[in-house]
């Protein structure tokens, strides 16, 4: 049966969910091979069989760590060039996306990235994508070469699916380029112990509404009653109440949860273009006409400082 | 000697027009307006820094792209850039990432270019490969989706904002760089810079100029298909009710309904 490379992101041996996901995709397509990079890459053997996995290609090197992207590409072309696959997934993280890009180039390939669905077709894999701010649902092949896809996290459920998953060690020659761009320094993030934004299958997000850094504890405790991630529109991070790496939208991150939660975000062009996909959709807003009513299953017109609260009590309650 | 930039910038239609497709399934750009992608501005605003920081430095605003996008050039030029090409022919038309990508990295080696600068993505088709791509083209070290960037004696340094950590990079020109919009705020053209722009030299290019076949890019050239585009049926209307001091426990309700709690 032909074979589906899946590149696989973890940190240190833990699989992210997205590649999970990504295992799911690709058994509609063939049998999936793995290839995992870096410190702990053999630990995530288990996981990654259990999920339908053949083979587990792994390796480590210093380079992984050192220099930006183009050593994963390295391995990833070793990778393609050792099990030659109908196809290649990667999710859609910014890293990812770029290893995929460039491996696309290397092999003479199209790309589609972002994809939110994956089907098998009669001339290879067929990619769904949400197109101008999810106003449009399009449906795209790769016409030349092999299929490299890169699929945003939430496009498929994760699934049991036991296989062989026998581990092999992958040999990867470093080309002159991979050294290009040293890592001088990499500060750790803190972790808040929210799920990860893209990956969380509930979202809670603050906007211009909530009027004050200060403030966002309010969000943070809704969050934290549904075990859901925060985000914020760009108004809240541009005046600096909220960090950067929680921004959803446009030039922030694109969501696509199973429930959305917009407080005092009265839903521009741009903020939808991040969010839009997201399954339910409720806002909180005291302006009726704001825009994000317009998307919404519940919306509830109120002042945010009464209402989320409220929501936040009551939740707690229910789940006693 | 000279710091050579080279910005790519690209022309998009305005995000809060009604963005359509054509019966070719490429994206519409009669009925909406186009502008510089917010996102590309950015870029400019770095290389006109890093030129001022510099002994001597020139920049150049480079697009591919119809008639039109000469307005993107033109919005570049008058935020201080210093010359502009243009890469237009009909035969360009459809061609996706792969193609335009390959037709700016001849166009920049065309030039001549020290530094590379893009934005981090576009705004319509927000892929956000193309910077890694060119970089892999031009054969140079990519120093991509940067909050902060310096350059000194030949080198790039900046800061890399991931999800999971933030990193300090480091590479020698020539090199690729990406910056994102947190960079920094973006210069408003001035009265004298819109003047001084035009009368800026604006260079046009053809495929043939830049010894590409025309089957190499466009539609027909596409490296993917696009099989359908369908608008996505309007959300049926919400529930939507007023606060009058049970809001939250109407929406707790809601969400028990819909099995959430």
Known sequence: MAEVLVYVD???????????????????????VALAL??????????????????????????????????????????YD????????????????????????RIGSGIITDAIDLEAGEEGPVATQAAFAASFTTKSRVSKGTPVITVKPNSAPVEAAPAAGVVEALAVTFGALATGTKVTSRTPRESTGRPELTEAAIVVSGGRGVNGAENFHIIEALADSLGAAVGASRAAVDAGWYPHSNQVGQ?????????YIASGISGAIQHRAGMQTSKTIVAINKDAEAPIFDLVDYGVVGDLFAVVPQLTEEIKARKG | MSLRIVVCVKYVPDATGDRQFTEDLTVNRDDVDGLLSELDEYAVEQALQIADEADD???????????????????????????????????????????TSLVLAKAIEKA?????????????GTMGVLPAILAERLGVPQV???SEVKVEDGVVTGRRDGDSASEQLEASLPALVSVTDQSGEARYPSFKGIMAAKKKPVQSWDLEELEIESDEVGLEGSWTAVDSATQRPARTAGTIVKDEGEGGKSLAAFLAEQKFI
């Open chain 1, 10 to 32: 973890h940190v240190d041996g833990a699989v992210r969910k997205p590649t999970l996901e990504l295992l799911t995709l690709a058994r509609r397509i063939g049998e999936p």
């Open chain 1, 38 to 79: 870096g410190a702990g890459a053999e630990a995530t053997a288990a996981v990654l069989a259990e999920h339908g996995a053949v083979k587990v290609l792994t390796a480590d090197a210093s380079e992984f760590s050192d220099y930006l992207v183009v050593p994963k590409v390295d391995a990833l072309q070793a990778a």
């Open chain 1, 82 to 105: 050792a099990v030659s696959p109908v196809a290649v997934l990667v999710p859609s993280s910014a890293e990812g996306k770029e290893i995929a890009a460039r491996l696309a180039v």
């Open chain 1, 251 to 259: 030039t922030g991150k694109s969501v696509s949860p199973q429930l």
């Open chain 2, 57 to 99: 430095a020139e920049i150049t605003v480079l697009t591919v792209g119809p008639e039109d996008a000469k307005d993107a050039l033109r919005k570049a030029l008058s935020m201080g850039a210093d010359k502009a090409i243009h890469v237009e022919d009909d035969d360009l038309h459809g061609s996706d990432v792969m193609g």
């Open chain 2, 112 to 124: 001549g270019y020290d530094l590379v600068i893009t934005g981090m993505a576009s705004t319509d």
């Open chain 2, 144 to 146: 991509t989706l940067l």
